[in-house]
């Protein structure tokens, strides 16, 4: 029994060491979903934030692995996007949040927090949260299948500013 | 005929022009810069004239050691009034935002009211009943207006004495002469006299939480520029307070260990510290102007801060919102190689159940990424010592030492509570799952605990386990969850997942079948429904979770997936895709095994 | 011929690496106080800021220099210390803990 539970273990721990795929294909795949992630920031999230005046204060952008750095199994595309305060009403920002993703195809999902939206769109989740004192806007990815040495390289390259044109 | 009148719309309410997180990064700032004067002021100070020395004053006054000391406390004195200066500015600047957001709310509602009242007069004939209605409800909104301009210039007054308050403060200490005046004021805290107080109560979180609030927010701020790592890591101090500790300390510590490798003296351990600071300082930086959107302070709190432990691995609890203040915690552990350097990872997946959370209530939702145990690391096929290393996961030993941490850590957490006692959640993921197992049988004080992707939890059912509602998410197609079955190979105890243990199970997909995939499944119940669950959880929206039949075992329709079935058929399902280090070895060892006599579903 | 203080082994070689430490921290303090952000003060209040700023930034530089020639005094020569003359060694004894404030100075 006990020398199973050894190489059970031993078993789970090869079979969590990541694959090995071509690294060239995973930089393809990885460097496409974060140009859709940044093409929907320069688009729908431009839709739906430019109508409500409120101040662009920062952006940032960067990878992290879907599993932790020794067993990464790949990477997700992350999105953080800060705006500054506001006296209009949350609903008719978030009002106007669904009607910009639902205009871009967006699956638009309301959730029990009023002050909170969601949509969903190949395999991406954009998320508006507004706030009186400060809104926030996310794009996160679905995990993209890469090797361990690919996603930690990506995660490793930190934190990139975008910018509000 | 009849005259109404109505006020006029009220001009929105201005715009601060300071903001309290960035009052908030300067305060950080300066403190950083405190702990590192405050370390070499207390070396010099320990070299110098000893206290309560009655020799010559001259004798003093040449021993260039002592005069160096006394030097030094004139800076330390001056960023003492600054820090707490810029401390009292901050949280004058959150509760003016506070205000500011009540008075635009109440604006906002008179303006749409007089509105409406003009659009009801203008479209309806002014009879005398109506013209007495109106002019009670004008009469009302004039009364309205004229308390909301009042209180506008009255904000406005307080704004301004806010800044007044913090340039006169500053301009107080601006010059070398009044910071050595205070250096000399006799209400000057002695942060000696507050550590050993500190001392006596450390361990009892408590007595620490008590004694705390008796202090002023000077002597708060001596005593956590004093000794920022001991402030920043105790139990029952606010956190808030030990998050700017835990800051200073992070920053304090880049500088001066980046100075050292610079002179080439970076120990081994030295350098461990100052790679698990950069980490912490990449996430906080990042999240630099992420902001509560109701309260518009800081977001992300830092409420554990140990670089230097667990053999270099360091230890670490960051919270995305603020545990004292909200209505619903949770606190989740991570399992197989974490360590400081995954932070990244693992913050996002915290992020991402604080918005889940958050999405799922009114109320206001605190998510706790905690890791200050020595949680099993090391590149399980990269060298024999790590396979060793690694190895250890199938031994309780960490999980007993980390539950114990974590129950002070969870104690701690009670104790700096502010109003009404918060709904907690435990969650342990993987190996994070049997440390909180063993924390719970030690009576972690939690309403909810999750057990997800667990390899085995130290009781046989959750009614042994804790008094708490425990959860469980367990994907079919995760070896890991698989490990804890009766008569399975794990030896970190039960799976929670079986119906006989008496948890309740909620959906998490079962995942891909493929052993490409083994590691996808067991390192993605932050996503998705399972996302969803844990959010609802965590809110204590029960109605919301989404139910799993619980692993049954031994009944009519057969069994569920034990391990050695699931290895060899997600190995064959696998074969011809891209496939994981070391699998195909693996998975013929355990065909071969069978082959010599386990029968399905059975370990011997 | 040098000028030596006579203390234990090893005193005057920890004294010139605890002043080097205090040098290495004082001058990380000054350089973070001085590059600390003024973003998202006000206008009277980053003039307050930056006055403190100034005025503590370059105090603490001058500390930082001064400890970096308090260990600077403390000159090795093949392994062992010496002072040019007495005086010197009589400053850098200063420079040592209050217990040597005494330790005999004298010619090697």
């Given at each position: 029994m006990r020398g199973w539970a050894v190489a059970a273990g031993m078993a789970l721990a090869a079979s969590l060491s990541g694959c090995s795929d071509d690294p060239a294909t995973d930089q393809k795949d990885v460097d496409a979903v974060e140009a859709r992630a940044l093409a929907a920031v320069d688009g729908v999230v431009h839709d739906a934030m430019d109508g409500t005046g409120l101040e662009f204060v920062s952006g940032r952008h960067r990878f992290v692995t879907c599993g932790d750095g020794l067993a990464a199994g790949g990477v997700i595309h992350r999105v953080s996007l800060n705006f500054g305060p506001s006296d209009e009403p949350v609903e008719d920002m978030v009002d106007a949040a669904a009607s910009a993703m639902e205009a871009d195809g967006w699956t638009v999902k309301r959730v029990e927090n009023p002050a909170i939206v969601e949509g969903a769109k190949d395999g991406d989740d954009l998320r508006f949260q507004f706030g009186p004192a400060g809104t926030q806007v996310s794009i996160g990815s679905s995990c993209v299948d890469t090797s361990n040495d690919v996603a930690n390289d990506y995660q490793d390259k930190g934190y990139t500013d975008l910018t509000w044109k | 005929m009849a005259t109404i009148e109505l006020p006029r719309t009220i001009d929105p309410v201005p715009t601060l022009d300071s903001t309290a997180v960035r009052a908030a990064t300067f305060a950080t700032n300066l403190r950083a810069v405190e702990v590192q004067v405050k370390d070499v002021q207390a070396w010099a100070e320990s070299q110098g004239v000893p206290e309560g020395w009655q020799g010559d004053a001259r004798d003093a006054a040449d021993h260039g050691t002592t005069r160096f000391a006394r030097r030094v406390d004139v800076s330390e004195a001056a960023l003492e009034q600054a820090i707490t200066a810029t401390d009292r500015f901050e949280d004058r600047l959150v509760r003016l935002g506070a205000r500011r957001i009540a008075l635009a709310n109440r604006r906002t509602t008179l303006n749409d009211d007089v509105e409406t009242l003009r659009a009801e007069i203008e479209g309806n004939e002014a009879v005398e009943a109506n013209v007495t209605a109106w002019e009670r409800r004008a009469s009302a909104l004039r009364a309205g207006a004229t308390d909301l301009v009042d209180d506008i210039t009255a904000w406005n007054g307080d704004a301004d004495d806010a800044e007044d308050e913090f340039i006169r403060s500053l301009q107080g200490v601006d010059e070398i002469a009044e910071g050595q005046r205070a250096g000399q004021d006799p209400d000057r805290p002695d942060p000696d006299a507050l550590g050993r107080a500190f001392d006596r109560r450390v361990g009892d979180p408590v007595a620490l939480a008590a004694w705390w609030r008796t202090l002023s927010r000077a002597q708060k701020q001596a005593l956590l520029t004093e000794r920022p790592h001991e402030i920043g890591n105790a139990d029952g101090i606010p956190v808030r307070d030990r998050d700017e500790a835990n800051r200073a300390a992070v920053y304090s510590d880049i500088d001066r260990l980046t100075r050292q490798e610079a002179d080439g003296e970076l120990t081994d351990d030295e350098r461990a510290i100052l790679d698990n600071a950069k980490v912490i300082r990449e996430e906080l930086n990042g999240r630099m102007d992420d902001v509560d959107p109701l309260s518009g302070e800081h977001l992300v709190h830092v409420i554990v801060y140990k670089p230097g432990e667990h053999g270099g691995d360091g230890g670490v609890a960051i919270s995305f919102g603020d545990p004292d203040r909200a209505d619903h915690v949770s606190v989740n552990v991570p399992g197989l190689?974490?360590?400081?350097?995954?932070?990244p990872g693992n913050l996002a997946r915290t992020e991402d159940l604080h918005g889940s959370a958050s999405g799922q209530t009114d109320g206001t939702v605190a998510s706790v990424f905690w890791l200050d145990y020595d949680a099993p690391s090391g590149n399980p096929v990269g060298s024999v010592d790590d396979l060793l290393d690694f190895g250890?996961?199938?031994?309780?030993g960490a999980a007993d030492r980390g539950g114990e941490r974590f129950s002070d850590f969870i104690d701690g957490l009670r104790a700096s509570d502010e109003g009404e006692r918060a709904h907690l959640t435990a969650i342990g993921h993987s190996y994070g799952s049997t440390t909180v197992g063993h924390a719970l049988q030690d009576g972690l004080p939690v309403d909810d605990a999750i057990l997800i992707?667990?390899?085995?939890?130290?009781?046989?059912?959750a009614a042994a386990l804790t008094d708490a509602d425990v959860w469980v998410g367990a994907k079919d197609n995760d070896p890991v969850s698989l490990l804890g079955a009766d008569d399975g190979p794990g030896t970190l105890g039960g799976d929670p997942a079986q119906e006989s243990f008496g948890a309740t199970r909620f959906e998490t997909g079962d995942g891909s079948s493929r052993i490409q995939d083994a590691l996808g499944n067991h390192t993605s119940y932050f996503t998705g429904d399972s996302l969803h669950n844990l959010g609802a959880i965590v809110v204590n929206q029960d109605d919301n979770v989404t139910h799993d039949e619980e692993r049954e075992r031994w009944t009519d329709e057969g069994h569920y997936q034990t391990l050695p079935e699931y290895l060899v058929e997600s190995t064959i399902k696998g074969a011809g895709g891209p496939i994981v280090d070391g699998v195909e070895e693996w998975g013929r060892d355990f065909i071969d095994s069978l082959s010599r006599g386990f029968g399905p579903g059975r370990f011997l | 011929m040098g000028v030596t203080i006579d203390v234990p082994p090893g005193v005057l070689a920890a004294a010139k690496a605890a002043w080097d430490d205090a040098a290495d921290g004082l001058d990380g303090a000054w350089r973070r106080l001085g590059k600390a952000s003024t973003a998202g003060f006000a206008p009277a209040v980053v003039t307050a800021v930056e006055a403190f700023q100034t005025t503590w930034t370059d105090e603490l530089k001058r500390r930082a220099e001064a400890a970096q020639a308090n260990s600077d005094a403390f000159v090795e020569v093949s392994g062992d210390f010496e002072f040019t003359d007495a005086a010197a060694a009589e400053q850098a004894r200063a420079l040592l803990g209050w217990a040597h404030r005494a330790a005999p100075i004298g010619e090697r």
């Amino acid at each position: 029994m006990r020398g199973w539970a050894v190489a059970a273990g031993m078993a789970l721990a090869a079979s969590l060491s990541g694959c090995s795929d071509d690294p060239a294909t995973d930089q393809k795949d990885v460097d496409a979903v974060e140009a859709r992630a940044l093409a929907a920031v320069d688009g729908v999230v431009h839709d739906a934030m430019d109508g409500t005046g409120l101040e662009f204060v920062s952006g940032r952008h960067r990878f992290v692995t879907c599993g932790d750095g020794l067993a990464a199994g790949g990477v997700i595309h992350r999105v953080s996007l800060n705006f500054g305060p506001s006296d209009e009403p949350v609903e008719d920002m978030v009002d106007a949040a669904a009607s910009a993703m639902e205009a871009d195809g967006w699956t638009v999902k309301r959730v029990e927090n009023p002050a909170i939206v969601e949509g969903a769109k190949d395999g991406d989740d954009l998320r508006f949260q507004f706030g009186p004192a400060g809104t926030q806007v996310s794009i996160g990815s679905s995990c993209v299948d890469t090797s361990n040495d690919v996603a930690n390289d990506y995660q490793d390259k930190g934190y990139t500013d975008l910018t509000w044109k | 005929m009849a005259t109404i009148e109505l006020p006029r719309t009220i001009d929105p309410v201005p715009t601060l022009d300071s903001t309290a997180v960035r009052a908030a990064t300067f305060a950080t700032n300066l403190r950083a810069v405190e702990v590192q004067v405050k370390d070499v002021q207390a070396w010099a100070e320990s070299q110098g004239v000893p206290e309560g020395w009655q020799g010559d004053a001259r004798d003093a006054a040449d021993h260039g050691t002592t005069r160096f000391a006394r030097r030094v406390d004139v800076s330390e004195a001056a960023l003492e009034q600054a820090i707490t200066a810029t401390d009292r500015f901050e949280d004058r600047l959150v509760r003016l935002g506070a205000r500011r957001i009540a008075l635009a709310n109440r604006r906002t509602t008179l303006n749409d009211d007089v509105e409406t009242l003009r659009a009801e007069i203008e479209g309806n004939e002014a009879v005398e009943a109506n013209v007495t209605a109106w002019e009670r409800r004008a009469s009302a909104l004039r009364a309205g207006a004229t308390d909301l301009v009042d209180d506008i210039t009255a904000w406005n007054g307080d704004a301004d004495d806010a800044e007044d308050e913090f340039i006169r403060s500053l301009q107080g200490v601006d010059e070398i002469a009044e910071g050595q005046r205070a250096g000399q004021d006799p209400d000057r805290p002695d942060p000696d006299a507050l550590g050993r107080a500190f001392d006596r109560r450390v361990g009892d979180p408590v007595a620490l939480a008590a004694w705390w609030r008796t202090l002023s927010r000077a002597q708060k701020q001596a005593l956590l520029t004093e000794r920022p790592h001991e402030i920043g890591n105790a139990d029952g101090i606010p956190v808030r307070d030990r998050d700017e500790a835990n800051r200073a300390a992070v920053y304090s510590d880049i500088d001066r260990l980046t100075r050292q490798e610079a002179d080439g003296e970076l120990t081994d351990d030295e350098r461990a510290i100052l790679d698990n600071a950069k980490v912490i300082r990449e996430e906080l930086n990042g999240r630099m102007d992420d902001v509560d959107p109701l309260s518009g302070e800081h977001l992300v709190h830092v409420i554990v801060y140990k670089p230097g432990e667990h053999g270099g691995d360091g230890g670490v609890a960051i919270s995305f919102g603020d545990p004292d203040r909200a209505d619903h915690v949770s606190v989740n552990v991570p399992g197989l190689t974490s360590e400081t350097s995954s932070l990244p990872g693992n913050l996002a997946r915290t992020e991402d159940l604080h918005g889940s959370a958050s999405g799922q209530t009114d109320g206001t939702v605190a998510s706790v990424f905690w890791l200050d145990y020595d949680a099993p690391s090391g590149n399980p096929v990269g060298s024999v010592d790590d396979l060793l290393d690694f190895g250890s996961v199938v031994g309780p030993g960490a999980a007993d030492r980390g539950g114990e941490r974590f129950s002070d850590f969870i104690d701690g957490l009670r104790a700096s509570d502010e109003g009404e006692r918060a709904h907690l959640t435990a969650i342990g993921h993987s190996y994070g799952s049997t440390t909180v197992g063993h924390a719970l049988q030690d009576g972690l004080p939690v309403d909810d605990a999750i057990l997800i992707g667990s390899p085995g939890v130290p009781e046989h059912t959750a009614a042994a386990l804790t008094d708490a509602d425990v959860w469980v998410g367990a994907k079919d197609n995760d070896p890991v969850s698989l490990l804890g079955a009766d008569d399975g190979p794990g030896t970190l105890g039960g799976d929670p997942a079986q119906e006989s243990f008496g948890a309740t199970r909620f959906e998490t997909g079962d995942g891909s079948s493929r052993i490409q995939d083994a590691l996808g499944n067991h390192t993605s119940y932050f996503t998705g429904d399972s996302l969803h669950n844990l959010g609802a959880i965590v809110v204590n929206q029960d109605d919301n979770v989404t139910h799993d039949e619980e692993r049954e075992r031994w009944t009519d329709e057969g069994h569920y997936q034990t391990l050695p079935e699931y290895l060899v058929e997600s190995t064959i399902k696998g074969a011809g895709g891209p496939i994981v280090d070391g699998v195909e070895e693996w998975g013929r060892d355990f065909i071969d095994s069978l082959s010599r006599g386990f029968g399905p579903g059975r370990f011997l | 011929m040098g000028v030596t203080i006579d203390v234990p082994p090893g005193v005057l070689a920890a004294a010139k690496a605890a002043w080097d430490d205090a040098a290495d921290g004082l001058d990380g303090a000054w350089r973070r106080l001085g590059k600390a952000s003024t973003a998202g003060f006000a206008p009277a209040v980053v003039t307050a800021v930056e006055a403190f700023q100034t005025t503590w930034t370059d105090e603490l530089k001058r500390r930082a220099e001064a400890a970096q020639a308090n260990s600077d005094a403390f000159v090795e020569v093949s392994g062992d210390f010496e002072f040019t003359d007495a005086a010197a060694a009589e400053q850098a004894r200063a420079l040592l803990g209050w217990a040597h404030r005494a330790a005999p100075i004298g010619e090697r």
